[in-house]
Each structure stands twice: as structure tokens, then as C-alpha cells.
């Protein structure tokens, strides 16, 4: 079972690109790196809110994408959970895909403002670098 569309929203809070250098200097379509932090902020009985933050850098050093955003989810319990399990096959927690499909498009948009090359639109399954931190890691992160 899968969760239904509608039951994940994705709201992006903040979207910005920066042009790096003026020209790409080989004049390939560069190579991106993405890096994403996900936290869990609240969680109730059948519905979990989290805050994100994914950077979108390229090599050579063409451009920098950074968005974050807070992502809800409304199902049972046991959905939330397997929403946060990474994939066996890509290690991508379906989450994050889902975070992904809605951040693509902004990113696609704010490439074509700025003159920038844009990340592919499977970039979160080939070089995702994930952070996952649920409540009671923050609480011991903050205690130290």
C-alpha cells in the first residue's frame, strides 16, 4: 500500500538559485550534487509534520540551489512510517521523491531566470545525501 498523493503537502518556504560563476567553463552540462536535511518538527496521531532544507550544488562550481520547506503528511501511522523507510532498491526514503517531484519544478523555473544549467529531474535517486533526524535525536543533539 502506498500513501495517496493527497496526503503528503509539500510547501516550499523559500527557493533560491545563485549563478556562481559567469559561464560554465567547460561548456559540459555539469555534474550535481544534492544534499538534503529532513526533521520532524510534530507528529500526532495519524498525521507528522517536517521541516526540509535541500542544497543543489554543481561541479564544476556553476551554481547553488537552495529551497527549504515544511512537508505534512495526513495518514495512519504505520504510513508515515513507511514513507520515511528508504527504498531497498534506490536508498531514497519516498519522502524525499515526493519532496523532490515539487522542488524540481521551482528549480527547472529559477534555472531558466538565471541563465544556469538545471539538475536532472532523477537527481534524488542518483547522489542524494540525506539527513533524517526524528525528535528524540534533536532533543540529544540539543542537549550536548
Known sequence: MTVPEDAIEVKLLNVAGTRLTGENPTGAQPEFDVNVKLEEIERRTGEAAFDFKLTVNTKPSVVRFDVNGI??????????????????ETKVPPILHRIYQQVFLSIFL?????NAPHPPPDLIFSSVKSEVVQPSEKEEQSES
Open 71 to 88: 512537508v505534512n503528511v495526513n495518514s495512519g501511522g504505520d504510513d508515515i512510517e513507511r514513507i520515511l523507510q528508504p527504498d531497498p
Open 110 to 114: 529559477l534555472a531558466g531566470i538565471i
